[in-house]
Structures are given as C-alpha cells and as structure tokens.
C-alpha cells in the first residue's frame, strides 16, 4: 500500500514539473491562450480539466487491460478514449443537472470544452503506451491536470504582465505568448535534461 502510494505521489509530480502537459507535450495550448484573464474562470476550467484527465487515465487503465494484447490495440485506443471522454462528459452532464443544480450551473459553460480538450486525452493515451500500474496511472492523470493548471494560471499572469510592456507592434497578443511559452519549455527542458533532436 505505501509503495502504491508513493508511485502515485512521484508520477504526479513528474507530470506536473517534467513531463508537463503543455511545456514538454504542448497539450491544450490552443484553449489555454484563448483564456479569459479572469483567474476565477481559469481556474475553474482548469479544475475540470483536472477531475477528468483523472478520471480519464484510471479508468482507461482498466479498459486498457482488455486491449493492451490485440494486434489492433493501436487502432482502437484512441476511439475507444474518445468514446470514454464522452460517457464522462455524458455523466457529468447527466447527474450535475439531477443532483447538483447549482454546482452544475457554475460549471456548464466550462464542461464541454474542458473535457473535449488534448490535455484530457493526451494524458490518458500517454499513460495507456506506457507500463504503468494503476497508481502510477492515476498519479499521472491527475499530475497532468495540475501542471495543466499551473501552466494557464502562469501564462495568464504573463500575460497581464505582458500587457503593461512595450511589446512591439507585430508581437502583441497571440504572438509574445507563444514566444514566452516556446522560451518557458526550451528552459524547463534544459533544466530536466532533454536534448533537443539533431
């Protein structure tokens, strides 16, 4: 149970700092640049985001189990991650207006593209191509949920602060954030070790 645990707690952190969802694999950038500056709403995004990119890999790790031996296995994963994200999403949906009608308020607007977002999918087919175990699953999904929201809370810091600056013409807006995101993961994969292909 404590090296279940541990497993669970060093994945996370390693899909939150190394192999962050949108530095090291650029998963839900075009959402995340697109993001109103209100941190409130970001971060709300960012919380479902979280809850089902988690609950997308645990599961998925189940499913996978069934498929992992057929010679199809790499046709089939994808759609069948796909068709997963939507009975969740269906779920959500589904028992958020019956239970939840409050709750389910606040976060109607945000459900959709949260949960059809890459950086609910990429976790969980990147957890699925890899050998891990249950807890080392779970860890990475929701580690990748986490980084997710660290990555848009700091990007949307930046650009506020980007707002204030003398930022040339053609570099305003859309162009300086890919700028500073480009430069942010070329610094964290010098500090993590990666090479760069040659």
């Not at 860890?139 to 980084?147: D, H, P, Q, Y």
Request: glycine share 10%.
């Amino acid at each position: 149970m404590l090296q279940a645990l541990a497993e669970f707690f060093v994945l996370a952190a390693t899909a939150i700092f190394a192999e962050n969802a949108v530095f090291s694999r650029g998963l839900g950038m075009s959402r995340m640049i697109r993001m109103p500056v209100d941190a409130v709403s970001r971060t709300r995004f960012c919380l479902i985001v979280t809850a089902m990119s988690t609950a997308c890999t645990g599961i998925g790790w189940w499913l996978n189990r069934f498929i992992r031996e057929a010679e199809y296995a790499i046709f089939i994963r994808p759609m069948l991650y796909i068709g997963l994200i939507c009975v969740l999403y269906c779920a959500v949906w589904l028992l958020g207006r019956k239970f939840w009608p409050k709750f389910f308020a606040g976060i109607r607007g945000d459900l959709a593209m949260a949960t059809f977002n890459c950086a609910v999918l990429g976790p969980a087919l990147l957890a699925s191509q890899s050998s891990f175990t249950f807890p080392k699953a779970l860890g990475f999904g929701l580690g990748s949920g986490i980084g997710y929201l660290g990555a848009v809370l700091l990007v949307g810091q930046v650009r506020q602060r980007l707002e204030l600056c003398d930022v040339p013409k053609a570099f305003r807006g859309f162009p300086i954030t890919l700028v500073y995101i480009g430069l942010l993961s070329l610094a964290l994969y010098g500090l993590i070790g990666h090479r760069l292909p040659i």
